[in-house]
Nanobody, 125 residues
């Protein structure tokens, strides 16, 4: 059974930093695209960042230059380093994984087959 477990969320002041982790189990995702999405109250889930099988990356315009996605294949884990946080970054952050190998860093929710339960990030002003 595949599981994605996010951690690292919490409450932080504006301009602060957090690092989210997503640990996968049940299968390896070293050759798969993985992504981060977020959902704020009353809003749809939106793309944040993705990393492809070749470590290419893709970011939403709203986080470019502030967030960095990376992976550690030995740990089957993907990370999201979030710097210069803003109150509008407040949301539940979800990790996602593409079941198919050799995928690119897609921004489309439909490209991802596995999802974590989410971790809350709250940025105070």
């Amino acid at each position: 059974q595949v599981q994605l477990v996010e951690s690292g969320g919490g409450l932080v002041q504006a301009v602060g930093s957090l690092r989210l982790s997503c640990a996968a189990s049940g299968r390896t995702f070293s050759r798969n695209a993985m992504g981060w999405f977020r959902q704020a109250p009353g809003k749809e889930r939106e793309f944040v960042a993705a990393i492809g099988w070749s470590d290419s990356t893709n970011y939403a315009d709203s986080v470019k230059g502030r967030f960095t996605i990376s992976r550690d294949n030995a740990k089957n884990t993907v990370y999201l380093q979030m710097n210069s946080l803003k109150p509008e970054d407040t949301a539940v952050y979800y990790c996602a994984a593409d079941a198919r190998p050799w995928g690119s860093a897609s921004y489309s929710r439909g490209n991802y087959d596995y999802w974590g339960q989410g971790t809350q990030v709250t940025v105070s002003s």
